[in-house]
Structure formats: C-alpha cells, structure tokens
C-alpha cells in the first residue's frame, strides 16, 4: 500500500457513538472535548438507540494532536512491521501528526 493512502485522522479511535451528544455526532463539535470542531477524523459506522448510523467526527486541533501522540506511542510498541529502518504506512500517517505535539 502506498503510504499516501493512510491518512492519520482515520487511525485515531473516537468515544461510543451511542453516549455522544448530538452537535458532537453531527461533528459541529470535537468528539473527544466537546470544543469547537476545525479537523474531519473520517466517516464512521457505528449503532445508536439500535439504528446503524453513519457519522462524521471532528475534532479540535489540540485533541486531535494528543489522540495522534497516544495512538503512535501504542502503534511503535507493538507493530510488527515497524523496525528502526523502515516504518509501516500507518507510521508514517501518525509520525508528523504525533511529533507536532512535542
């Protein structure tokens, strides 16, 4: 796969949809803080009230920055592919996202 494909927005995990409120499932407000939305995550499929319901999370820029910081500390541990010479394309989606926290 070529990594220009993986965009890192779609690898960060977001809260239930069944527990969001509705400016934070029709994406007005950041999924995670609840603070004025600037950045698409990516469609996603998920049940609320036993309907599948397709939704659009957003985020604010500095939830965004901290999700992409977690998911890559987790990703560098544990993935396979990723070596000290070459990187998986989800690596190097999460990478510059990730160290625009530091």
Same mark, same amino acid.
């Given at each position: 796969m070529h990594p220009g494909f993986v965009r890192?927005?779609?690898l960060l995990p @977001?809260?239930?949809a069944a527990g969001l409120p509705a400016e934070r499932l029709a994406g007005t407000r950041c999924?995670? $803080?609840g603070g004025a939305a @600037? /950045?698409?995550l990516s469609a %996603?499929?998920?049940v609320v009230k036993g309907e599948l319901v397709r939704w659009k999370p957003?985020?604010?820029l500095p939830c965004l920055r %901290?999700?992409?910081k977690r998911v890559y500390g987790i990703h560098i541990t544990v993935c396979a592919r $990723? @070596?000290? %010479? /070459?990187?998986c394309p989800d690596n190097k989606a999460l990478y510059p996202l990730a160290l625009e926290c530091r």
């Open positions: 890192a927005a779609e @977001t809260p239930k999924v995670w $803080c @600037t /950045d698409a %996603r499929l998920s957003r985020s604010c %901290r999700e992409a $990723c @070596t000290h %010479r /070459d990187y």
